[in-house]
């Protein structure tokens, strides 16, 4: 089975805060991706990776960065934390192409 | 970013019931996933498809995959509580990364 884990299922913090969000998945997939899911709006996809080092900006990737170090970690950066980011973040991978897996998700607030 | 429609909206039904979805495009796809989603967890995936016409089930659930390559259809027969959760269809483009999301469908099932 393919498992794709986050860092944190829960994460508060403080306006103005550097935040890490850590994923790893077990596949060894080249495609790894960021999305923020809010009521209302959908998944809306922020950065998305298809190989170590390389990454393309999605739909919304203002406010954020991301790191491919390594092929089976993907990590997002808010690089100043700001209350419009409080939202739900989930990672998930994909073959290329095919089914693309996702992780349990980090509900993450900004105060 | 764009999204797929996806009908119905929600749906209350009783246990026993079988139960009918669908997404559509107006662009043409060669993946299209079905994943259900409890609250405050990620999406699980349920079926894939990868070919015009394709019928895949998975227990209680079947998908298919429309011929036009622009729809495509999720049934669950005979509905159980568990079931309860939100359904997104997804759909991936030819020589593309991106996958786009449907609006979701709420089920609800009545004991």
């Known amino acids: 089975d393919v498992k794709v884990t986050q860092s944190s299922r829960y994460l508060v913090k403080r306006t103005g805060e550097k935040v890490f969000l850590e994923c790893v998945q077990d596949?060894?997939?080249?495609?790894m991706f960021w999305y923020r899911q809010d009521p209302g709006l959908g998944l809306r996809l922020i950065y998305f990776?298809?190989?170590?080092?390389?990454?393309e900006k999605g739909d919304i990737p203002e406010g954020y960065s991301v790191s491919r170090e390594k092929k089976e970690r993907f990590s997002l950066i808010l690089e100043s934390a700001s209350t419009n980011q409080t939202s739900m973040y989930l990672c998930?991978?994909?073959?290329?192409?095919?089914?693309?897996?996702f992780g349990p998700g980090t509900r993450l607030t900004v105060l | 970013g764009q999204q797929l429609n996806q009908s119905p909206q929600s749906m209350f039904i009783q246990e026993g019931e079988d139960v009918s979805m669908n997404c559509t495009s107006s662009?043409?796809?060669?993946?299209w996933l079905w994943y259900k989603q409890d609250p405050g967890e990620g999406p699980v995936l349920l079926i894939a498809?990868?070919?015009?016409?394709e019928l895949t089930s998975n227990g209680r659930l079947t998908a298919q995959f429309g011929i036009t390559r622009k729809d495509s259809f999720l049934n669950i027969s005979a509905s159980i509580p568990s079931d309860v959760g939100i359904y997104f269809c997804?759909?991936?483009?030819?020589?593309?990364?991106?996958?786009?999301f449907g609006t979701g469908t709420r089920l609800k099932v009545l004991a």
């Open positions: 498809l990868y070919k015009a016409g």
């Open positions: 997804a759909g991936q483009s030819p020589g593309t990364y991106k996958y786009i």
């Open positions: 990776s298809y190989d170590v080092k390389m990454k």
């Open positions: 596949m060894d997939h080249e495609n």
């Open positions: 998930a991978s994909s073959l290329a192409p095919g089914q693309q897996f």
């Open positions: 662009s043409i796809f060669n993946t």
